[in-house]
């Protein structure tokens, strides 16, 4: 019997067109033959020896650098030593939370009271503090380029004033850098002084909008009286459609958070609707983490689940015309899917180092500083705001460089199996996946769904690399990554 650290630090997976093995030295996909993969599965499931089950083409394999049976031995961020630098001089971006106050009462919103995070509060940020974000903001970003600030909420559009302040402000102060401003809002306070400023100061928007009347109105209620935001957010969009047209095409997303049974009809909205048909939609699931409630999907979901990604597998190899063709849903689905390629087509390991960590973790407070009404840093908006090991520092004191390494090397906390862990370099665990009250049964289940996930991907890239796909789509992607296990614009 070979012990663990003898055996290739491989995954071995099948889909119905071949075999192949995940090579996690080289982070590379290797195809097989039959006699390849089972003499594999002989030595990484069933304890035989490499010498026993070798043959000249596995040697070959090896010749060139696959197969390494090396693992990481510490965990230790490969930022460590300059996440300071990072943090000193190239900040990206900053996310003011203007208030924890909604007109809405979503019932999966993280302030709804469901999640062990925030609940809904009256607590608003002053515009002293809103500007004294931006201060931080500029004082930690002499080289970085492009900044990209975002307003947040509950809903910021109930703050529009701080917005404006803000806006000037940044206009007045900087100079020779990118700015880009966005935020998400409901699309219920879209008056027409709201949607002349966001016009001229080129705001872009993410609308959130679940589907149909039906669909979105289950969730998305007015507070106290119930009523559903539908019909409101549709006659915004219409007239901000009809005055502004390029500016409706080219500045504004949708966000349509999926829940229960209804795909279906999301999908039937979202690529016949004339209104919203044309805009890219990101559909998320409603989010597990830090829920009170166990949140499950009904079977239909998941077939119909199953079936936006069987189109969506058919677009990539040209079974299906034109992405303009496509409805905006589904645009969101194939941008995830040419952004997931382009990280496999990135990979030049040739071996894991002995002290790295799994991949997952931003640069916290660099990427996207979340500054909460109070003043409080913590790495982004994702992160539980009950999860006193994420506040990272404040307005007053600046950052603290030591919690900020401790959400670095997140890995720390699991590290014992990160090492096994094949998955290690697809990693989507950070700060933000996590409460920090996670048992060693809870946090095993959470790998497994990690690896399941990244198992599913790799084998879509297989088959769709089989049937012939060129994944030619350099232009849906761009600006999108993978961050907390989902994907961001940025
Ligand atoms: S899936 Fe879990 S065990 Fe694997 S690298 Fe990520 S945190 Fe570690
Ligand atoms: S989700 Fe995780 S990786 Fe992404 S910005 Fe937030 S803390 Fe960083």
Redesign the pocket.
């Known amino acids: 019997m070979n012990s663990v650290s003898e055996k290739p630090f491989i995954h071995l997976f099948q889909v119905a067109g071949g075999y192949y093995c995940y090579d996690v030295n080289t982070d590379r996909i290797v195809t097989l033959n039959k006699d390849e993969f089972t003499r594999l599965q002989d030595i990484t499931e069933r304890g035989m020896s490499w010498e026993s089950r070798q043959t000249e083409s596995l040697n070959r394999l090896k010749e060139e650098g696959f197969l390494k049976v090396n693992r990481v031995r510490k965990t230790k961020h490969p930022e460590t030593d300059y996440l300071k630098n990072y943090c000193e001089s190239k900040v990206e971006g900053i996310i003011l939370q203007l208030t924890q106050q909604c007109n809405l009462r979503c019932k999966y919103c993280a302030y709804s009271g469901g999640y062990d995070n925030r609940t809904h509060s009256n607590k608003k940020m002053t515009v002293e503090t809103a500007k004294k974000g931006i201060d931080f903001l500029l004082e930690h970003s002499r080289d970085s380029e492009r900044l990209v600030i975002s307003f947040y909420g509950g809903e910021p559009l109930l703050e529009f004033k701080t917005i404006k302040v803000v806006v000037k402000y940044v206009e007045e102060k900087v100079e020779g850098k990118e700015i880009v401003f966005n935020f998400t809002t409901n699309g219920t306070l879209l008056t027409e002084e709201v949607v002349d400023f966001l016009v001229e100061h080129n705001i872009f928007i993410t609308i959130s909008l679940d589907g149909p009347e039906n669909v979105h109105d289950k969730n998305r209620r007015h507070v106290g009286s119930e009523k559903g935001s539908y019909k409101t957010i549709m006659s915004n969009l219409e007239e901000l459609a009809k005055k502004y047209p390029d500016y409706f095409s080219k500045y504004l997303s949708v966000n349509a958070v999926l829940e229960g049974d209804d795909m279906q009809q999301v999908r039937e909205f979202f690529e016949t609707n004339e209104l919203v048909k044309n805009l890219t939609v990101m559909p998320t699931l409603v989010s597990t983490t830090n829920s009170k409630v166990r949140r499950t999907m009904s079977e239909k979901f998941f077939e119909e689940y199953e079936y936006i990604h069987f189109l969506t597998m058919l677009y990539a190899i040209g079974r299906i015309p034109g992405r303009e063709k496509l409805g905006g849903y589904m645009k969101g689905k194939i941008t995830r899917l040419a952004s997931g390629r382009q990280e496999i087509d990135r990979k030049t390991r040739t071996v894991l180092p002995e002290k790295w960590h799994?991949s997952?973790p931003c640069l916290p407070g660099v990427m996207r500083l979340f500054v909460d009404v109070d003043g409080n840093f913590y790495p982004c908006e994702k992160v539980s705001e009950e999860n006193k090991d994420a506040v990272i520092g404040d307005l007053e004191n600046g950052y603290n460089l030591e919690k900020m390494l401790d959400a670095l090397n997140i890995?720390k906390k699991?590290e014992c199996?990160?090492h096994e862990?094949w998955?290690?370099s697809e990693?989507?665990?950070c700060i933000a996946t996590l409460n920090n009250k996670e048992t060693e049964e809870q946090?095993k289940t959470?790998?497994a769904g990690?690896?399941r996930i990244v198992e599913e991907e790799m084998k879509d890239y297989c088959v769709l690399k089989e049937l012939g796909a060129t994944f030619d789509w350099s232009e849906e992607n761009q600006g999108l990554e993978r961050c907390g296990g989902e994907y961001v614009w940025t």
């Open positions: 799994h997952g890995e699991n199996h990160c862990c998955a290690y990693c989507s665990i946090m959470r790998c990690v690896r």
